[in-house]
């Protein structure tokens, strides 16, 4: 149902016009994007790019009927979808039969039940990865935090996830083609109208980077398409049912594309929002005193385990703050199937809306002093009659991003087995500034200096 029904009181959105949008978007495009959504007070507001004119939703209200209420009426379509489409294909990054059958298939492996039954695997093998650690920090050497992040989850998402069908050797291959991904559509996202037959920066890596993938996925999908086995790995899983389908190509290229979708949002964007953590408890000293306490009570020096984790709140809250400031799926769009009113503006068929979790989090309607990193906010008494879509880092409804319950856990256990053993020290840059791409990433190197915490 619409979310307004008396065309009366439909009115004209308010536009932001180009000459205030264009130079903005093109000096900074993640501060322009987040002042256009203060500006916008919560309407609905249209913005002015040209021949491209989509309109930005931030009000929770407005957000919960398009993620939820009428999820149906806006698809993973348009011109914004076209650079992921590129990779995702039909996939569970899809929308249509192909998502539908996609996530029926891949729904149970990530169930909250089914996930926390693999949790103990999931503390042994990012446990593994912590250790690769411990040699740089007792020399006292800088540690690249993309890098080192990327190893640790890497570790535990193919031992769990894909049954170490994926070698570490080609996970490490992996995970710059896909950062590689989220850098090179950065031109795309910003001329979303030029057609693709017209050359724009960023596309010859995107090219190479795609074939990089391609070169550790397709070898993958032939090895295992006709032997599935029985087991609950992702690669079983999609195999089974491309079999039980008929196989043949497009079911190869379903599994293929299924798995590009999984591998991308289980890696890279989890190894990408942990790398935000550091500078800001560089930044926030008692955050990092907190959190350290905390874990050092309950944990102690030993290795977390999963039972650890429901002693730990703080970290949970850190964990949750994180995402409000740098959320994984910082922005993305929609498109109107039928014509509808929301927030007193008539939305058109075949029109494009933007939604951005990073602009509303960060909103004073919504959010007391949103720009500070204050876990303490996600305290059960602080967090009560906040609007379910005032928060959604994970987006919402049908869509909702399956491996929410993996990241949740898979973070708290790659913090607290960090700080379990080791001392931070210190953090370049203290601050980090986002630069716009599929997801969010810092525009500066990140490196942290750890010292290990003398055995007990």
Not at 111 to 118: D, I, W
Not at 121 to 142: F, K, N, T, V
Not at 204 to 217: E, H, M, Q, S
Not at 244 to 263: H, I, T
Request: proline share 9%.
């Amino acid at each position: 149902m619409p979310i307004d029904v008396d065309v009366n009181a439909v009115r004209q959105p308010r536009t932001l016009p180009l000459r205030q949008v264009l130079p903005a978007i093109l000096r900074d495009p993640v501060s322009a994007v987040l002042q256009i959504g203060r500006e916008s007070g919560g309407d609905v507001v249209r913005v002015n790019l040209g021949p491209f004119r989509p309109y930005l939703i931030t009000h929770p209200d407005h957000l919960q009927h398009v993620l939820r209420g009428n999820s149906a009426n806006y698809r993973r379509d348009g011109v914004l979808w076209k650079p992921l489409h590129r990779l995702f294909g039909e996939s569970v990054m899809a929308d249509g039969p192909a998502w539908e059958e996609s996530r029926r298939v891949l729904q149970p492996v990530f169930t909250a039940k089914n996930v926390e039954a693999l949790a103990a695997r999931m503390a042994e093998a990012a446990g593994e990865g912590i250790d690769e650690l411990a040699a740089p920090a007792r020399s006292g050497l800088p540690i690249d935090v993309p890098s080192a992040m990327a190893r640790i989850v890497n570790r535990v998402v193919m031992r769990i996830f894909f049954g170490d069908k994926i070698s570490m050797a080609d996970a490490q291959r992996l995970a710059p083609a896909f950062d590689a991904v989220g850098t090179s559509v950065i031109f795309r996202y910003l001329l979303p109208f030029v057609p693709y037959r017209v050359p724009l920066p960023g596309d010859r890596a995107f090219g190479n980077a795609v074939r990089t993938i391609d070169d550790v996925v397709i070898p993958l999908v032939d090895r295992h398409k006709d032997k599935p086995g029985d087991g609950d790995d992702i690669v079983s899983v999609l195999c089974r049912a491309a079999g039980s389908a008929g196989g043949g190509p497009d079911a190869a290229r379903w599994v293929r594309d299924n798995l590009v979708a999984m591998l991308a949002t289980a890696t890279e964007t989890t190894a990408g929002a942990l790398t935000w953590l550091w500078p800001l408890l560089q930044a926030h000293p008692e955050v990092a005193a907190s959190l350290r306490q905390e874990i050092g009570h309950v944990v102690g020096n030993g290795p977390v385990r999963p039972a650890h984790l429901a002693a730990l709140p703080y970290t949970k809250q850190v964990v949750q703050e994180l995402l409000r400031l740098f959320p994984v799926g910082w922005l993305f769009p929609r498109m109107v199937v039928e014509p509808e009113v929301l927030g007193g503006v008539l939305l058109k068929k075949g029109e494009t809306i933007v939604i951005s979790p990073f602009i509303t989090h960060r909103m004073e309607a919504f959010w007391e002093r949103p720009e500070e990193f204050d876990p303490g906010r996600f305290s059960g008494r602080r967090s009560s009659g906040r609007h379910r879509y005032a928060y959604f880092p994970f987006g919402g409804g049908p869509h909702q991003c399956l491996g929410m319950h993996v990241f949740m856990l898979e973070a708290q256990l790659i913090i607290a087995g960090i700080l379990s053993r080791f001392d931070l020290l210190s953090c370049t840059p203290e601050v980090a500034t986002p630069q716009m791409g599929a997801s969010l990433r810092p525009r500066q190197r990140v490196e942290i200096t750890l010292r290990p915490l003398p055995r007990t």
